[in-house]
């Protein structure tokens, strides 16, 4: 994983680092309604490429795996 990993999806977790940099503190400390707010911040991290972050991961554990 490593470095490869994310080399094959740089702009996705920065995208999602921003994502998570805007919603975290205000669920962290309870400032804004938890149901609206964490419906909001997982569409803004799916929008951002989460799911390309994790299936990256997933293919790359895969092949590893595979070598096992």
Do not use: H
């Not at 490593?2 to 998570?20: E, L």
């Not at 490429?49 to 070598?67: H, K, N, P, R």
């Amino acid at each position: 994983l490593g470095d490869v990993y994310k080399r094959q999806v740089a702009t996705q977790i920065a995208q999602c680092s921003a994502v998570v940099e805007e919603y975290l503190p205000a669920l962290n400390c309870g400032a804004v309604d938890v149901d609206s707010t964490l419906e909001a911040f997982n569409a803004a991290l799916k929008d951002a490429g989460v799911e390309q972050i994790i299936a990256e991961m997933q293919s790359q554990i895969d092949a590893w795996l595979a070598t096992k």
